[in-house]
């Protein structure tokens, strides 16, 4: 499969980017809005990932044409990015694209991150599902994994990843692409009403790896 | 230290009692708007814990009399019975009284559970906060543990206990009180503005445990 990572300079796509570049024949694209950038990150993911696995494919290209033949589409841009990168991309998405949201809204004050839901309520996933054309699937998922624990491809992961998708055959796809990757377990966690208990959970690791000695890039295992 | 159990003739009283009667040296006392069926849930337990743990202590009381002299009081009584409780055993409660507030708020529709806030979008541990007597120090804990597990002393734990306090104090107490529980451990998650997060956890839980085949009965640890 050829899967996009639009946004994937940044950390969450970088993260996601080595892990499936090494344990994975899926072909990558980068999609960043600076189409250059996209294609140096490429090329840098590509020399980090050679040692691993030297078959690895990762371009780089403007988010839209990454969007275009993709099967699947992982928004890995800043919640409030979210809406108008799927507007940017919408031509270039169809039934038979998966698109994946791990984005998570969070605010931060003296106490530590907090979640936020988006507007009216809904989790960034479910903003995200009402964003995109008609019949074109929404998975949640890649909400909790700690991306610089990704991007340390000497590092196990031993994590879990919480889907949720009210798409069961879309759900299915994603699964197995996260089933690939070592030490990633994907598990069912229902439709996409019940993003927002994944979503939340992500700045509370933040506040674990905070306040407590020796927890730094945890993630999560359901057991 | 003597730890009282509020409703722990329910469900999660029921774990924790078990667990805490083996594994600490703790004196318990099971509370319990009826006393007599407090009496015989405390007789239940010590037979259960007999074989494990013969020096253990367990009695049954009314919550108002559990709660009199008692270290720390562990409202183990569902969500919408928190505030109540903490008026009925209020009298008994003074600064060197630490409360635990582990009930989660729920709904249910045909998707799964959701969590849901208390009155003011606060968590049930806030409103637990904000009912107890001036400078009676709450701690939030024991939310993300399954019952049924806690119950079969033959099972093993291997999960973590997130805590949320405003009382850095109370948490180091009530920590220590969770590290004697063979396979759990102690996290802190920060203050109190940060249980939205912890308490989220729970209806997650049970909608992985509905929806993955194998998953039951699963808790969560922090990795």
């Given amino acids: 499969m050829r899967i996009a990572l639009l946004g994937g300079t940044g950390d969450v796509g970088e993260g996601l980017a080595l892990r499936l570049g090494r344990d994975t024949d899926h072909e990558l694209v980068i999609g960043s809005r ?6 140096r990150c490429a090329e840098d993911y590509l020399e980090r990932i050679g040692g691993f696995a030297e078959s690895a494919t990762v371009e780089g290209d403007s988010n839209r044409a990454a969007t275009e033949g993709a099967d699947i589409v992982v928004l890995a841009v800043p919640p409030e990015h ?6 940017a991309v919408s031509g270039a998405l169809d039934e038979e694209t998966i698109v994946v949201s791990p984005a998570v ?42 991306a610089k624990r990704l991007a340390a491809l000497d590092t196990e992961l031993g994590l879990d990843a919480a889907i949720v998708a009210d798409d069961e055959a879309a759900a299915e796809t994603v699964a197995a692409v996260i089933a690939d990757v070592e030490g990633l377990r994907a598990v069912y966690a229902g439709p996409i009403s019940n993003a927002v208990e994944v979503e939340s959970i992500t700045p509370l690791l933040i506040n674990l790896a905070v306040k407590n000695d020796g927890m730094h890039d945890v993630g999560v295992r359901f057991t």
Same sequence: chains 1, 2.
């Fill in 34 to 39: 600076d189409p250059g950038k996209a294609r």
């Fill in 82 to 87: 979210v809406v108008d990168t799927i507007e």
């Fill in 105 to 146: 809204k969070m605010s931060r004050d003296d106490d530590g991150f907090h979640y936020e839901r988006a507007e009216a309520e809904k989790s960034i996933t479910a903003a995200a599902a009402e964003a995109v054309p008609a019949n074109v699937p929404v998975v949640g998922t890649f909400h909790n994994l700690p």
